[in-house]
């Protein structure tokens, strides 16, 4: 990759396993966020600077300075419920750095991370040709983020992507996955209550990674909105049996419960996504998004290394 490097605005789950795949390819990475990541960037090979995105005089400043090639909008808010509490600065957050960024990086090629919450969560099959409908205030600011970056960036790409999940350490303080809260969970012997009326398509962080790296690359031409979703459409409660299997607990300590009684009561019933249009796409030729049981099988050593706590 050319010198100029990628920017991944964002340091979360997403942000720094995009930026940690970037980096073991040897590209120029840097990170920003407000507070520095969990986990030393250093130790991949990227770097991180402090940024707060919706300030667009700092934005243009470290643009000015790094000139970079890529851009990877990863940044919050991404909690539903805080969101729906705050609609406005939900939207204004998500708009914002979407215009900034277009406006400050015109020759970039620009991957903004989306979501399935653009969907109303009806239909159990969402591809890139599904109308959009959001259900709620996250779902309407990340569409109206979409419909910015793509008026203004024309090299532009919104990769709508269902669930993610990875590995969180056990001393993270508040996991940020399904998957990993669901694992630290299960390996202290704790029950874990899921619903089993809420469906999902869940992705592997380093999935999403490499097909983010491969559209960075990419030399052609790209469809605008591309879907990203995994193989396998589960209930919660039968991915976390799944999690249970890999880890070797007995999976009765999984209770299937109706959505209703969960705290993903407000979510849509399906939060599933197709990648028509990505699927036949030159440039993910070759690459193998895993379905559940083979993303729970890599992900489980990494939960059972840990002592339970
Ligand atoms: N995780 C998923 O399942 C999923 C699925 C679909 C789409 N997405 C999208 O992917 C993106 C990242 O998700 P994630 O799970 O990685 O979220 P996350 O773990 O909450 O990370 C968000 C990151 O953005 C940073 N951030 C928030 N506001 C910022 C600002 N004003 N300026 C600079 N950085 C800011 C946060 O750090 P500071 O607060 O310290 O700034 C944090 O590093 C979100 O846009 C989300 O909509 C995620």
New binding site residues.
């Given amino acids: 990759m050319s010198a100029g490097g990628t920017l991944v605005?964002?340091?979360?789950?997403?942000?720094?396993g995009i930026a940690r795949r970037l980096a073991s390819a040897g590209d120029r990475v840097t990170l920003?966020?407000?507070?520095?990541?969990a986990l030393p960037v250093d130790a991949y090979g990227a770097r991180w600077c402090a940024?707060?995105?919706?300030d667009a005089r700092a934005g243009r400043r470290l643009l000015g300075r790094l000139r970079p090639d890529r851009v990877v909008?990863?940044?919050?808010?991404?909690?539903v419920t805080w969101c729906e509490d705050h609609p406005d600065e939900a939207r204004a957050?998500?708009v914002g750095?979407a215009d900034s960024f277009a406006a400050l990086a015109p020759d970039a090629r620009i991957v903004m991370?989306?979501?399935?919450?653009v969907f109303d969560g009806r239909s159990a099959h969402n591809t890139e040709h599904t109308a959009v409908s959001p259900a709620n205030a996250?779902g309407r600011a990340?569409l109206a983020a979409e419909r910015a970056l793509l008026a203004a960036s024309p090299r532009a790409v919104a990769l709508?992507?269902?669930?993610?999940?990875g590995h969180e350490p056990a001393d993270a303080g508040k996991w940020?996955?399904f998957f990993a809260s669901c694992a630290h969970r299960l390996r202290r012997g704790e029950p874990v209550e899921a619903p089993d009326d809420q469906w999902t398509t869940p992705v592997l962080v380093d999935d999403v990674a490499e097909v983010t790296t491969a559209l960075l690359r990419a030399g052609e031409p790209l469809p605008p909105v591309l879907h990203l979703g995994g193989p396998d459409r589960v209930s919660r409660a039968e991915w976390a049996g799944v999690i249970a299997r890999a880890l070797r607990v007995p999976a009765d300590l999984v209770t299937p419960v109706p959505r209703a009684r969960t705290r993903y009561a407000s979510r849509p019933a399906n939060a599933c996504l197709t990648g028509e249009l990505l699927a036949a796409l030159p440039a993910v030729e070759g690459i193998t998004v895993r379905g559940v049981r083979e993303g729970a099988r890599l992900l489980a050593p990494a939960f059972t290394a840990a002592p339970a706590g």
């Fill in positions: 605005v964002g340091s979360g789950l997403v942000g720094t920003v966020s407000r507070r520095p990541p940024l707060d995105a919706t909008l990863v940044h919050g808010p991404s909690d957050a998500h750095v991370i989306s979501t399935d919450n996250y990340k709508r992507v269902s669930l993610v999940y940020l996955n």
